[in-house]
């Protein structure tokens, strides 16, 4: 039983699990401190107001707080957008350098422009002979 979990906690995907769920967390602190540092003064030098969390509405009495719902959608945004352009942008550019062009599996059809396998003899879209 302790041979299992043993082998279950050393196996690799735990371990890379755990490194992202703690860069993750590290990676969540800078981007905070990015938006309540930076990006906030500088909306609220447009706009005015330094945090949006003030931005309230009352209905029946009750206070509505969506400054606080502007707040996490421009922290969302922002964690989006650097993750987007600073690592799966990256990442994907290097796996297509390692991988090198992939060999064309299909050709179009010279009568309907479809995508067929290069054996095929005959178009499955309309039929037609394919030479």
Not at 14 to 27: E, K, M, Q, R, W
Not at 28 to 44: E, Q, Y
Not at 103 to 129: M, V, Y
């Amino acid at each position: 039983m302790l041979k299992g979990f043993r082998d279950f906690v050393l196996r690799g995907n735990v371990i890379d699990l755990a490194v992202a769920v703690i860069i993750g967390a590290a990676f969540s602190a800078i981007t905070k401190s990015l938006v309540d540092d930076i990006i906030t003064p500088l909306i609220a030098a447009v706009a005015g107001k330094p945090d949006f969390s003030a931005l309230v509405f009352h209905l029946n009495g009750t206070p509505i707080k969506y400054g606080n719902f502007v707040n996490a959608i421009i922290y969302f945004l922002i964690i989006a957008f650097v993750i987007y352009f600073f690592l799966v942008l990256p990442v994907q550019k290097l796996l297509a350098r390692i991988k090198g062009p992939e060999a064309a599996s299909t050709k179009p059809c010279p009568e309907c422009l479809s995508d067929i396998p290069l054996g095929a003899h005959r178009c499955k879209f309309c039929s037609q002979p394919v030479a």
